[in-house]
């Protein structure tokens, strides 16, 4: 008898009735580990078909159902066994991320790592089962590697074809002898400090395997090659694939009147965007009119979706990369530049298509009357963020006369963004305001300088109105039932949440906190640190408190905007999630029924996009390190003052002024004193001097060393930490005879 094959099972060995969801079905049943022939006989097959029966349990150790055993195989599921993702820090220890999301991570020690990668799909067995924290585990086995290939640093040239190589990312601690042969004889052979991207092969000895060079990517220092090995170590796609660029090709160069049909007019409204200098593709377009004591707010977004069709080669593709990459010296688009740069984006002076939401608002900025319409527009003016800061916030009369009949416009917009920004400060929003790096290059292309971005409020003006309609949006289709890729944000970790509220306990901010602080007063605490001694102390140890935002077809609030209801609607060119947003508005506004299709979908949709903002974090952070290497690495012994940023049990992190990076101070460069780390006050607190080193606090420190490999800049300290206060002897005596 053939059993039936279900939808998302295994495949069946060939020329057999038997398959692997049977096969499962027989160790659940039997409650115990089994051997083959144990299996074949539950499942009343003959001898005959022994070797079937062994290929489809290969199959599942393959697949991370099974692991062998003993005397045979046992269900992963059964036997605490977890399987996972391995993720490595570059500090060593690994967490396995169980692809069963109601299970926590599991912590693993790096000699219980063994010979698995940073990435690799793993079997973890369960060592140590904890209350409230991790459970503890080991790596049993390893079901996939997770990456084939990755960008290696020559470390020794062996032979003129043979190197010895490590990977640049540091969570990577293997070796590699790889093979390479320049393609032609004039091109150049790799020199040790070279980047040569590796074809991964067979294990050799431990921590020690065979690689193939698939090319010679150049010199580490050059800040390209670093982008483009940053790109490899996290996956980040390429040059878009023949058929999407086809697509992108067949699209018109402009929007025709045929495009326009059905569409609302606004070409004569005075719409503007107002972006970074250095921004390409423009999105999103404002105009505000007063109406009394009252304001319209128009916001009108690219129309991406009359364009990229859900399905179509450019959709996948979109889907697949979730949204755009920025780099100091590049970008990995989500779409093809043709559309992004062009069709699609908002430039001055050319009719585009867009999606627009039109708010009002009261004097005081409280939203009312919503309309949401497909249109056709016109961008008056290109402005930059620093163009409307001159103009509008500093006066300056030259740029209000370059801006000319747009300057009253943009000083109403000034005027119902102070407002709606008054109205978000009063629910509850968070406003952390913490400075951004910006890396100038010089005509080489080398960094010069890596300073503070310039913030103000000209760039506050825009936030507010893509705010403004995000919540709109998101409250016209909750209220229709329609789909929504949610943007939420959870509550702060509780644990993290109750050690913040200790600390501020212990400082001059302790009279002024409720009797049982929670989430809800951290609005408060911000606001009243703000311009105070503590004030770097408050915002860093807030920050630390908050989870990560991410997508959700459910509803749960963003706890940092303090919104009950918000979704992406303003970034369609370069996040996935906007795109889904609007292809529901059109069907909403419509009115028709829902597409269940996409309905059923969107919670992978929603994982999988947040998974790839994610990525775009961690490449982006390792970038900007990378650079911040190479931009010190010509100035080890030079002094530096900063300020205590992060505090460890092996030393602190200190964010220097005169440069935006941040180096580390360890514990054993500290030779005056033994210092131990106090968590809950986040302090490091000298046994003998009873000397003190806190968050916030300056310190004038000496750059002694960096290190590219360990993504390390390294600080000496020169002066700096808290002396203790002066104390009776007698009570000095009784603290020793404590301790």
């Known amino acids: 008898m053939t059993t039936r094959r279900r939808k998302g099972n295994s495949k069946k060995a060939p020329g057999t009735g038997i398959d692997a969801a049977a096969v499962v079905r027989i160790f659940r049943e039997s409650g115990k580990p089994l051997a083959e022939k144990d299996v074949l006989r539950q499942l009343g097959a003959p001898r005959a078909q022994m070797h079937e029966v062994f290929t489809i349990l290969e199959a599942l150790v393959e697949a991370g159902k099974i692991i062998r055993v003993r005397r045979g195989f046992g269900l992963v599921e059964s036997m605490r066994l977890v399987t996972g993702v391995l993720e490595i820090s570059r500090s060593g220890v690994g967490y396995v991320l169980p692809e069963d999301k109601r299970r926590k991570d599991i912590f693993i020690h790096p000699k219980d790592i063994g010979d698995a990668w940073h990435g690799d799909r793993v079997v973890a067995a369960v060592t140590r089962e904890r209350k409230d924290k991790n459970h503890e585990g080991r790596v049993a086995r390893v079901i996939e590697r997770g990456v084939t290939h990755l960008p290696c640093r020559v470390v020794k040239c062996m032979t003129p074809d043979l190197f010895l190589c490590r990977p640049t990312d540091p969570r990577h601690t293997m070796s590699f002898m790889v093979d390479y042969l320049p393609p032609t004889p004039s091109d150049p052979a790799p020199q040790v400090e070279d980047i040569i991207n590796v074809a991964v092969d067979e294990k050799l000895e431990y921590k020690l395997y065979s690689g193939r060079g698939l090319e010679l990517l150049g010199a580490q220092g050059d800040i390209a090659v670093q982008e483009r090995l940053v ?264 644990a993290k949440l109750e050690g913040f509220f200790k600390l501020l306990g212990t400082t001059d901010m302790a009279l002024k906190l409720p009797a049982t602080p929670g989430a809800g007063d951290l609005s408060a605490v911000l606001r009243d640190a703000a311009g105070s001694d503590i004030d770097f102390l408050v915002s860093r140890m807030a920050l630390r408190t908050m989870m990560q935002a991410s997508y959700s077809p459910k509803n749960d609030g963003h706890f940092g905007l303090a919104s009950t209801c918000y979704c992406h609607f303003t970034s369609p060119i370069r996040r996935y999630a906007d795109l889904v947003v609007h292809r529901s508005m059109k069907t909403a506004i419509a009115g028709k029924p829902a597409s269940q299709k996409l309905v059923s979908k969107l919670p992978k949709v929603a994982e999988h996009i947040s998974r790839r903002e994610r990525v775009a974090m961690e490449a982006e952070r390792e970038i900007l390190k ?73 310190v004038d420190v000496e750059l002694s060393g960096v290190d590219l490999g360990r993504l390390a800049v390294d600080l000496t300290l020169i002066e700096g930490g808290q002396a203790p206060a002066a104390e009776p002897a007698q009570k000095r005596k009784s603290r020793r005879r404590r301790r």
Not at 298 to 306: F, K, M, N, R
Not at 391 to 410: H, N, Q, T, W, Y
Request: net charge negative; with cysteine.
């Open 231 to 494: 790109k490899l170590n996290h996956s980040i796609p390429g040059p878009f694939p023949p058929k999407v660029l086809k697509e992108a090709e067949a699209l018109p160069e402009q929007p025709g009147e045929t495009d326009f049909a059905g569409r609302k007019d606004l070409r004569n409204l005075d719409f503007v965007t107002i972006d970074g200098v250095k921004a390409r593709d423009f999105d999103d377009a404002v105009y505000v009119k007063k109406r009394g004591p009252a304001f319209t707010l128009w916001v009108a977004i690219a129309d991406v979706s009359h364009y990229v069709p859900e399905g179509s080669a450019l959709d996948k593709e979109a889907l697949e990369r979730g949204n755009s990459y920025y780099f100091p010296q590049s970008v990995e688009p989500m779409l093809p530049e043709r559309i992004s740069n062009g069709l699609c984006s908002l430039n001055p002076h050319v009719p585009r298509l867009a999606m627009v939401a039109e708010i009002d608002f009261t004097a005081k900025g409280v939203p009312g009357r919503t309309d949401f319409y497909t249109a056709v527009i016109e961008s008056k003016a290109r402005l930059t963020y620093s163009q409307v800061n001159r103009a509008v916030i500093l006066k300056d009369e030259a740029e209000r006369a370059g801006i000319g009949r747009l300057m009253p416009m943009l000083e109403t917009a000034e005027s119902l963004a102070r407002a709606i920004n008054a109205v978000r400060a009063a629910r509850g929003n968070l406003d952390f305001d913490l400075p951004e790096p910006e890396i100038l290059f010089n005509l080489q292309g080398e960094a010069e300088d890596i300073r503070p971005k310039s913030r103000h409020f000209g760039h506050q003006i825009v936030e507010e109105f893509m705010i403004a309609a995000n919540e709109a949006v998101a409250r016209f289709l909750t209220e229709r039932e329609a789909p929504v890729l949610y943007r939420v944000h959870p509550e702060p970790d509780p």
């Open 626 to 698: 990378r650079v911040t290497v190479l931009f010190l690495s010509d100035k080890v012994g030079r002094s530096f003052t900063g300020v205590i940023g992060s505090i460890a049990d092996f030393g602190f992190w200190v964010e220097l002024k005169e440069v935006m990076a941040e180096g580390m101070v360890r514990l054993s460069s500290l030779s005056d004193d033994y210092y131990q780390f106090i968590p809950e006050r986040h302090e490091l607190l000298g046994e003998r001097t009873g000397r003190r080193f806190r968050l916030g606090q300056p």
